[in-house]
């Protein structure tokens, strides 16, 4: 690594150990201190790479957005799973946003980002807002997918993409969801009340087509 050039295991060392210290216990703001004891850095290491704990939680915020956000944009892209067909890709996408709430690697990280001392940050809004537009964007894209080959007659893109995502963070914050039991119930009410919304035509038990019910 050339001489002056932050380190990128620094920084996640710094990021890391910010995420252990919001999600354990603690009374009052995390100090910065705490986080460089808990990274075994120096201040100097933390502003070559922050300029304020409100940058490194908005970052934090990124993080972990852009994570999930490739995984949902794999389902929309052109070599998903299950071919083409955006029935298959919205079942697909709202599977795995209700892995969330059972997946112990990812869920830790998104309850962080949403605390309140997260939420204090300065720019958090802001910040959220284009994190909700970036995870959202794959399933506009599917929606329209929808709407041009006609399975989904009734969409408009990006009012029901934001319409069913928000919808799915409300069942995923609902205390219900820690029953796992509940999860699959959840799911199942969203992807109800999406197939309604769009106008999807699905075969009933007895064999002939109806709107979704």
């Not at 252990?20 to 995390?30: D, K, S």
């Not at 869920?107 to 959202?136: F, I, N, T, W």
């Not at 039991?181 to 109806?210: C, H, K, W, Y």
Request: glycine share 6%; hydrophobic share 40%; aromatic share 6%.
């Amino acid at each position: 690594m050339p001489s002056g050039q932050p380190s990128s295991e620094e920084r996640d060392r710094i990021v890391e150990a910010t995420f252990a210290c919001l999600a354990e216990p603690h009374e009052g703001p995390v100090h910065v201190s705490a986080i460089l004891t808990r990274a075994e850095v120096s201040s100097r290491a933390f502003y070559r790479h922050f300029e304020s704990k409100d940058d490194l939680f908005l970052a934090m915020l990124g993080q972990v957005t852009e994570r999930l956000a490739v995984e949902l944009d794999e389902i929309a892209g052109p070599d998903a799973a299950g071919g083409p067909d955006p029935l298959t890709r919205l079942r697909a996408w709202l599977d795995r946003m209700f892995t969330l709430a059972s997946d112990t690697e990812l869920h830790p990280y998104l309850a962080v980002v949403d605390c309140d001392e997260m939420r204090s940050a300065k720019g958090y809004r802001d910040a959220r807002e284009q994190s909700r537009a970036r995870r959202e964007s794959s399933l506009v894209d599917i929606l329209a997918m929808g709407r041009e080959d006609g399975s989904f007659p009734l969409t408009e893109p990006e009012s029901d993409a934001i319409a069913i995502a928000a919808l799915v963070s409300r069942e995923l914050t609902s205390a219900r969801i820690y029953d796992p039991a509940q999860i699959p119930v959840a799911r199942a009410r969203v992807e109800r009340f999406a197939l309604r919304a769009l106008g999807v035509v699905v075969a009933n038990t007895v064999g002939s087509d109806t709107t979704a019910q």
